[in-house]
């Protein structure tokens, strides 16, 4: 068996807070590993700290981007036992996104969406969550709509595990 980790944050930033009044959750950003230490995390999101326009697929960890400029972040980190298979299809999947990372852009009207409870799932665009659930659609591992997953959503994962839940500093020094 192998495990991948699904990592819950709220960071702080203007946009994270207007998503967090709209929600009442207290993480709204997701991103996907596949080792315990977290050096690098997928997921959809800004490229650069000042604009929300430049965005799509990144590779995030808490030592840089917004988790460095907002190191009292908080998270929740779930752990999710996969068979080798899975594993290896969600590595392939995320692999797909690497090679095309300039394809792909940040799913704005999908986020509206959700929150109309609306699908808007152009090729090309994902938000966050979605594009976890998406990974994890593609291993079986979860059967609800990407387009209208939101992060909290991930606690609903049979067998996972909770194996950290703090400031991201704290994590960090683990």
């Known amino acids: ?3 991948v980790y699904i990592v819950l944050s709220q960071t702080g930033t203007m946009v994270s807070r207007i998503i967090r009044q709209y929600t009442r959750d207290p993480y709204n950003h997701a991103s996907i590993a596949f080792d ?3 050096e690098v995390m997928y997921s959809f999101g800004r490229k650069h700290r000042y604009n929300v326009l430049i965005n799509g697929f990144i590779e995030e960890n808490f030592n840089r981007g917004l988790f460095a400029v907002f190191p009292n972040a908080s998270c929740c980190i779930l752990e999710i036992s996969v068979t080798e298979e899975q594993f290896k299809t969600m590595l392939e999947s995320v692999d797909f996104f690497l090679r095309r990372k300039e394809v792909y852009r940040y ?5 509206l969406g959700y929150m109309l409870g609306i699908r808007f799932a152009p090729r090309d665009r994902f938000f966050c969550s979605q594009f976890v659930s998406y990974i994890l659609r593609k291993a079986t591992l979860w059967n609800g709509v990407p387009e209208l997953t939101k992060p ?3 606690l609903r994962i ?3 595990v909770v194996v950290f839940e703090g400031n991201i500093r704290e994590y960090r020094l683990a």
Not at 107 to 111: C, R
């Open 1 to 3: 068996m192998r495990s």
């Open 36 to 38: 315990p230490s977290l």
């Open 107 to 111: 799913n704005m009207v999908g986020l």
């Open 152 to 154: 909290m959503d991930f």
């Open 158 to 160: 049979p067998h996972r």
